[in-house]
């Protein structure tokens, strides 16, 4: 039963579910559909601004002397997996349709997820400081690098806004650069209220959500999605974190890092996040290609919990310390 529990959705998937079924039934047209654009817009600068103000720089300056697990997990996040988008090409096409392959070219350009990669990593008894730093990296790097892989992968389709890195800049990067400057002010404030922080991290997302799917019902797009499209959808992106999952225990086992790096090292070079990808999607992509294209990494997210849920089990219940198998899988907060 305990097994059956881990395969279902988190309840923040679920809630992202009815976002997106609610942008289906009703979505928002005209005056409020400017509405829920302005405010998607503050909840990202928002959003970036918590996060820069949470995140220490000494947790990182500290972890940066592991320089080659850094470059392994960096390598498998953005050279690695966007070779595999890249690969998916013959792909695009009817099925699934072009919006589909944009989204998951852009799913493989994302830098790793924080929260889930330390949970995990922690769970499975890894080498927890050095995945709070190279996810932490890897998310500072990704605001820079991501727009630029973005740009280079997909502007030949002509599907990318072409103010997205500048709207990426103005959005992300100042707000989170912001927080970083006002981290010594209120840091401490933002640790005594995690339920705060939880709720503006769940909130914009969901917000974004609702407001790309909306766009994405009023222009029609949904008819032109079959639901072959779909599932091949979820088959490929099955298979991307099938082979990202392989290729990290292959990698860390082939350099010779220890048992703890390795999980580090897996955990943290095969995820994806769902926080960060989200308002990228809507600064990058135009109009109402931006609500088909974060499916990939909606399906990606939920993949990605589930099976390294029951993966840090069985790393857990390897070790030494038979205790440690002992320890649940708790679901990571706000999709990141």
Request: charged share 10%.
């Amino acid at each position: 039963m305990s097994r059956l529990r881990r395969l279902l959705p988190d309840g923040f998937t679920l809630t992202i579910l009815g976002s997106v079924a609610l942008a289906v039934i009703l979505p928002c047209r005209g005056e409020s559909a400017r509405w829920i654009t302005a405010a998607s817009g503050a909840a990202i600068a928002l959003l970036f601004f918590l996060q820069g103000a949470r995140l220490s720089l000494d947790v990182v300056y500290a972890g940066m002397l592991h320089w080659r697990l850094h470059l392994t997990i960096f390598a498998a996040t953005f050279v690695v997996f966007p070779l595999l988008g890249l690969a998916l090409h013959p792909l695009s096409g009817p099925v699934p349709p072009l919006p589909l392959y944009l989204g998951l070219l852009f799913l493989c350009t994302l830098p790793s997820a924080v929260q889930a990669s330390v949970i995990f990593t922690s769970v499975a008894g890894g080498n927890v400081p050095a995945a709070l730093c190279s996810a932490s990296l890897s998310s500072i790097v990704g605001l820079v690098l991501t727009p630029l892989l973005v740009g280079l992968l997909l502007q030949a389709h002509g599907e990318v806004s072409p103010n997205g890195i500048g709207s990426i800049a103005l959005h992300l990067l100042l707000p989170f650069i912001a927080g970083q400057v006002a981290q010594r002010w209120i840091a401490g404030w933002l640790r005594r209220r995690q339920s705060v922080v939880k709720l503006v991290d769940r909130g914009s997302v969901l917000l974004m959500v609702y407001g790309a799917i909306s766009a994405a019902t009023v222009s029609g797009a949904w008819l032109q999605l079959p639901a072959s499209s779909l599932l091949v959808l979820a088959a490929v992106d099955a298979a991307l974190l099938a082979v990202m999952l392989a290729f990290t225990t292959f990698a860390a086992r082939r350099l010779g890092f220890s048992r703890t790096d390795e999980i580090a090292i897996v955990f943290c070079g095969s995820k994806k996040s769902l926080v960060t990808g989200i308002p990228m999607a809507n600064a990058l992509f135009a109009g109402p290609t931006a609500g088909i294209a974060v499916l990939p990494l909606m399906v990606f997210h939920q993949l990605q919990l589930m099976a390294c849920a029951m993966l840090s089990q069985r790393y857990a219940a390897g070790q030494p310390d038979q205790e440690a198998a002992l320890r649940p899988a708790p679901q990571p907060a706000a999709g990141s």
